[in-house]
């Protein structure tokens, strides 16, 4: 079968999925205004309490209950902040936490300010509409067309610079957080150099994993066609009848054949030689043909991705359609390559770059195991990379494999 273009119905069928989509940005959106409002009032209360424990601190006995205080208190703005997106926190103690509580109050005076404009303006919007639309002037004003077009531009001019404000509000108090409450350098370092050493050993695995994986197959396959290959040649020389004979030399060159193709699929699962030449459309267009199974491919990247990287991601479409035809019992599979920048799709993301992003689904039967052989030698050679694996089949399917790869 041959990959397919994605079929003309996709492109009219995006309105609704697009009108879905926005009910998330519209919760998230909600969801940072709460925690923005929630901000004014951890601020007061902020300053309340640290107004109060400056004498206190000057106290040994007073100090630990402070300290404590704090500690509470900012465990309180972490939950808040998980309004906002949420922000990665460590192990942090009583002086950090009042370094905190002390850093955000402009913060939150300034958050204050943000929403009374934001409110008042929405007010005097609602103000002029309701005047206007019962034809009454607004502050001397009569709604007459060019007096309308003016305001009307004025407000959104306004309500951008609050929305603006906003996103800058909520990008501060994540910022503020990271550097008071969230690890260290030297954790960071640490926790690097732990995962660059998990990461080295599942690599090993992998290599052996596949290693092990190509033996059994050269065992069990190409080698048992060589086998039958040398008794059919046998047979062949020993033989005196010419139609026998031709017979069994038909039978030799059959096998031959199918020695060759096996040998051939164990080179390519060892490293598909044609990346280097074709590149990975052309390559997972390959995969698309030989499966026997109708499977869709989508491909939007727009530059070539580094070696390494192109393949990893050939390595995981190739697996997931085998797994689907194989044991899932999939009737089509879909695959979506595509690009998005570091950021924008996963806070634990360390950088800026370009992240490839694989994703394969399937019709079949679900209930795949995350820890079998295949799909366990996938995630080592994508954490080798830096990456993510998720797996996502539950029992009556459908089958989904997503692929987060850094080009970085």
Request: proline residues 6%; hydrophobic residues 50%; charged residues 20%.
């Amino acid at each position: 079968m041959t990959a397919r273009a994605a079929h003309p119905i996709a492109a009219r069928a995006a309105h609704p999925i697009a009108a879905r989509a926005a009910h998330p940005i519209a919760a998230r959106a909600a969801k940072a205004l709460a925690g923005i409002a929630l901000g004014i009032v951890s601020a007061l209360a902020g300053l309340v309490f640290l107004a109060g424990a400056g004498p206190l601190l000057l106290s040994a006995r007073a100090r630990p209950r402070v300290l404590a205080g704090a500690v509470r208190l900012a465990a309180l703005e972490v939950r808040r902040l998980g309004l906002l997106g949420g922000v990665e926190v460590s192990g942090y103690d009583g002086r950090r936490a009042l370094g905190y509580l002390a850093r955000r109050l402009p913060a939150g005076l300034l958050a204050a300010a943000v929403l009374l404009l934001l409110v008042y303006g929405i007010g005097v919007g609602v103000t002029i509409a309701w005047q206007w639309g019962r034809g009454e002037p607004f502050d001397g004003m009569p709604p007459q067309p060019l007096v309308v077009a003016y305001i009307a531009f004025a407000g959104l001019v306004l309500l951008f610079l609050e929305v603006m404000g906003l996103v800058g509000l909520v990008a501060v108090e994540r910022r503020l957080a990271l550097a008071a409450l969230g690890p260290s350098p030297t954790e960071l370092l640490r926790r690097r150099i732990a995962e660059l050493a998990e990461t080295r050993a599942g690599a090993v695995a992998a290599v052996d994993q596949e290693r092990r994986r190509i033996e059994r197959d050269l065992h069990d396959g190409v080698q048992q066609r060589l086998v039958a290959l040398a008794v059919l040649i046998g047979r062949a020389r020993r033989g005196r009848s010419p139609e026998l004979l031709d017979e069994l030399l038909g039978q030799a060159h059959a096998e031959a054949q199918e020695a060759l193709s096996e040998l051939r699929e164990v080179a390519w699962r060892v490293y598909p030689s044609g990346l280097d030449t074709l590149g990975l459309r052309d390559a997972l267009a390959g995969v698309a043909e030989r499966a026997g199974v109708p499977v869709t491919i989508r491909y939007g990247l727009r530059e070539r991705p580094p070696g390494p990287v192109e393949t990893a991601a050939y390595f995981v479409v190739s697996e997931a359609v085998t797994n689907a035809v194989k044991h899932a019992r999939a009737s089509a599979v879909t695959v979506d390559v595509t690009a998005r920048t570091a950021g924008d799709g996963a806070a634990e993301d360390r950088a800026e770059g370009t992240v490839v992003v694989v994703r394969t689904r399937d019709d079949g039967r679900g209930g795949a195991d995350p820890s079998g052989g295949g799909l366990s030698g996938l995630a080592l050679r994508v954490a080798a990379l830096d990456g993510r694996l998720r797996v996502d089949s539950p029992p009556g399917g459908p089958t989904v494999i997503t692929a987060e790869l850094p080009c970085g």
